[in-house]
C-alpha cells in the first residue's frame, strides 16, 4: 500500500467579486466543491481571501515603485509570498486582528450555494477548518498532505481489482459538542456531498463513486472502497461535515445567523454573543478545545465592509489589513504612517460569467469573441504598478506548468461576433440586434461600489452595445451577490474564482458539466469530465481538462477571462505571517491562523 502524495492537487474554487473581486479556487461561487480545490466565487471588489497576480509596491508603503510583470512558467513562486514571516516565538501572546470582508453571512454553511462566497468561507475557516480544508492542509506550491490535526494516514491502493482508501483519524479529533472525528463524519460528509440536488451544493466531485465506507479495525481507521479509479484523491474529504449536517432543514437553515461553534472544529471558536447581524461583524476566540497549534491571538474579528468604507477604515486605524488590488484604495493608503505593502500573485481568473439560464448561447458565443478582453483588463489596473499578459484559462495560472490559453481568438472580434448572431438568425435593426421580434439584450450585473470597478461596468456595457447587444448597468450591494447568484437571477456579472491549486480537474467538472453548469455543456463533453477522472498521471490529467475547457469555451460560452490580477495587502507593519500568502492561505491551511501575530 503507497501512501499517495499529494502534489498541488485542487480545493474547491469560490466565487468572488472583483471589488477588487470578492473570491476561492473551486471553483468557494464557494460552490461545494470536494478538494483541495476549491474555487471560490468572487464578485467586482477587493476581498481579503486568495487573491492574484505579481504586482510591485511603489510610493511610502514599501517597494522600488517599479512595476513587475505577472509571473509565468517557471517563475520562483517563493517569491510570490509576502507576509513578513515571523516565528511565533517572536511575536506577543494575545491580540486582537481586525480584518475586512466582502462577504459575511448570513448563510454560515460554506457548502451551501448560499454561504459559498469567498471571504464568507475565509471567516468560516478560522473557526470550523474541517468544514472548509477537510483532512487536507496546503503549503505554498500547492502541495496537499494530510492535515496530522485530523488525519494521520491517508493511504490508496488496489486491492481484488478495487481502488481502496485507508484513512486514519487522529484519535484526539472532536467536533466542539464531543462528537468524535470518525467513521460517522465520514459518512455523512458522503452523504452531504454526493447529493447536489437535496443538499443545493456546487458539485459532487467524486463522491458519487463511492462504493462503501466500513471500519477498519476501530471508528477512526476507516476503509473506503471505491466503485471505479477515483483521481484526484485529495478531492475526497477536503470537507468534513458534522453528522447534524445531514439533516436537510439544518443544512439550509440551521447556520442562517447562527454561526454555531458546536458543531466545528477548529483553532477559534465564536465568542459569545460574536455574530452582530445588524453591524455585520463575527468575532471568533481562541478554541480552548482545540488540541493542535494554540492561536497566538486572542481574537479575529472580521467586518463587512464595500470597499471604500475598507480603505477609511484602515487609513483611521480601525483595521489592521486589507486588499489593495484597485487603484483607489492602493493611491488612498500609500501614505499611511506605520503600514506597508504586501503584494504577490493573485490566484485568481476574474472576467464576466454569463448566466446560460438567462442568456442564450448565441449571445455567449457572440460576446465571448467579440469582447476586447485587452481594452477591459487595462481599465482595471490602470494606475497600479502592474502588468500581465491576457490569461486565458479558469482552471489554471499562467505560472502553472498545465496552462494553456483556452479563450476562442478572432482576428476581427467584431465580424466574428456577427457572424455569430447571423448565423443564429439574429438580424440588425438600426444599431441593435433582433429575432422573433425580441431584441437582443444583456444587463450587467455589478456588486462593487469601488468607483474602478463600476467605471469597468460601465464599459463593458458599452462594448456589448457596440457589438449590437442592447445593455446596462444593474449596480447592487455586494451582501446581494450570493443571494443573486445562487437563485440565479444574473445576467452578466463581473465574477471570478479562485485558483487555489495546480489540478483543475475538480474545477473542470464545476464549470463545464451539464449538471454544475444549469445545463450548458453536451453529452460529449460531460463523457470527456467523466474519463478525466479515472487518469491517474497528473499532467495527462490536466491537459485533458485543458482540451474540455477549450471546447466548452468555444461551444457554450459561459464565461470570459481577462485578468488575473495582483494581490496587494495592505498591512500595519508590526502584523506577522499574513498578507499576500499564494497557496498557503489559512483557507486551506487551518494552522496558518494560529501563527498570525504582532510583533513586539
Known amino acids: 500500500m503507497n501512501t499517495i502524495k499529494m502534489y498541488q492537487t485542487p480545493l474547491p474554487r469560490a466565487v468572488a467579486l472583483d471589488c477588487a473581486f470578492v473570491g476561492d479556487r473551486k471553483n468557494t461561487l464557494v460552490k461545494a466543491h470536494s478538494t483541495l480545490n476549491r474555487r471560490t466565487l468572487f464578485a467586482g471588489g477587493a476581498a481579503l481571501g486568495t ?165 477498519d479495525g476501530s471508528a477512526t481507521r476507516v476503509k473506503v472502497t471505491m466503485s471505479k479509479p477515483s483521481y484526484p484523491i485529495a478531492s475526497l474529504f477536503s470537507y468534513v461535515v458534522h453528522p447534524k449536517m445531514t439533516d436537510t432543514d439544518f443544512f439550509a437553515n440551521g447556520l442562517v445567523d447562527k454561526p454555531n461553534s458546536d458543531y466545528a472544529a477548529g483553532p477559534f471558536k465564536v465568542a459569545e454573543g460574536g455574530w452582530n447581524s445588524t453591524e455585520k461583524t463575527l468575532t471568533v476566540t481562541r478554541n480552548d478545545k482545540w488540541w493542535g497549534e494554540k492561536p497566538v491571538l486572542e481574537s479575529i474579528t472580521f467586518r463587512l465592509l464595500d470597499t471604500p468604507a475598507q480603505r477609511s477604515a484602515f487609513a483611521n486605524g480601525e483595521l489592521d489589513a486589507v486588499n489593495a488590488n484597485v487603484v483607489s484604495v492602493y493611491k488612498e493608503l500609500e501614505n499611511v504612517k506605520n503600514a506597508e505593502f504586501r503584494q504577490g500573485q493573485r490566484l485568481f481568473a476574474g472576467g464576466v460569467v454569463m448566466n446560460p439560464v438567462k442568456v442564450d448561447t448565441p449571445l455567449r458565443r457572440a460576446i465571448m469573441v467579440g469582447l476586447d478582453r485587452k481594452a477591459l483588463s487595462d481599465t482595471r489596473f490602470k494606475g497600479l504598478p502592474f ?110 474564482y479562485s485558483v487555489n491549486s495546480d489540478d483543475g480537474t475538480e474545477g473542470t467538472k464545476q464549470f463545464y458539466s451539464r449538471e454544475d453548469n444549469d445545463g450548458a455543456g453536451s453529452e460529449e463533453i460531460d463523457a470527456m469530465i467523466e474519463g478525466l477522472f479515472s487518469i491517474e498521471d497528473a499532467k495527462e490529467r490536466n491537459l485533458k481538462c485543458n482540451e474540455i475547457e477549450k471546447k466548452h469555451m468555444e461551444e457554450f460560452a459561459t464565461s470570459s477571462v481577462f485578468y488575473n490580477g495582483p494581490q496587494i495587502v495592505c498591512c500595519q507593519k508590526n502584523l506577522a505571517n499574513y498578507g499576500a500568502f499564494l497557496f498557503d492561505d489559512p483557507q486551506y491551511n487551518p494552522s496558518a491562523w494560529s501563527r498570525i501575530g504582532f510583533t513586539n
Open 51 to 215: 487573491v492574484g497576480m505579481l504586482a510591485a509596491c511603489s510610493g511610502k508603503n514599501g517597494g522600488s515603485g517599479s512595476t513587475q510583470a505577472a509571473a509565468t512558467a517557471g517563475a520562483n513562486i517563493a517569491d510570490l509570498v509576502k507576509i513578513n514571516k515571523q516565528d511565533v516565538s517572536a511575536l506577543k501572546s494575545g491580540g486582537k486582528l481586525r480584518l475586512a470582508v466582502t462577504s459575511l453571512g448570513p448563510n454560515f454553511n460554506p457548502l451551501h450555494t448560499q454561504g459559498a462566497v469567498g471571504d464568507n468561507a475565509r471567516a468560516i475557516s478560522s473557526y470550523n477548518s474541517l468544514l472548509t480544508s477537510g483532512l487536507w492542509q496546503q503549503d505554498y506550491e500547492g502541495k496537499t498532505s494530510p492535515n496530522p490535526d485530523f488525519c494521520t494516514e491517508f493511504t490508496s491502493a488496489m486491492e481484488n481489482g478495487k481502488q481502496v482508501l485507508h484513512i486514519t483519524l487522529n484519535e484526539k479529533a472532536k467536533f466542539n459538542d464531543g462528537t468524535p472525528l470518525d467513521i460517522e463524519a465520514l459518512r455523512a460528509t458522503h452523504k452531504v456531498l454526493s447529493d447536489n440536488k437535496t443538499y443545493q451544493i456546487q458539485s459532487t466531485g467524486l463522491y458519487p463513486n463511492i462504493e462503501s465506507i466500513e471500519e
Open 387 to 496: 502588468n500581465e499578459a491576457l490569461p486565458g484559462s479558469r482552471i489554471h495560472m499562467p505560472f502553472s506548468d498545465y496552462y494553456a490559453d483556452s479563450m476562442p481568438q478572432a482576428a476581427d472580434r467584431k465580424a466574428a461576433a456577427a457572424k455569430i448572431l447571423e448565423e443564429a438568425g439574429y438580424a440588425k435593426n438600426g444599431d441593435f440586434y433582433e429575432k422573433d421580434g425580441k431584441r437582443a439584450k444583456v444587463v450587467v450585473n455589478n456588486f462593487s461600489e469601488d468607483n474602478t470597478i463600476k467605471s469597468l461596468a460601465r464599459f463593458l456595457s458599452q462594448q456589448l452595445r457596440d457589438l449590437g447587444i442592447e445593455s446596462d448597468v444593474d449596480q447592487q450591494p455586494v451582501s446581494n451577490l450570493g443571494k443573486v447568484m445562487s437563485a440565479k437571477e444574473h445576467e452578466l456579472s463581473f465574477i471570478g
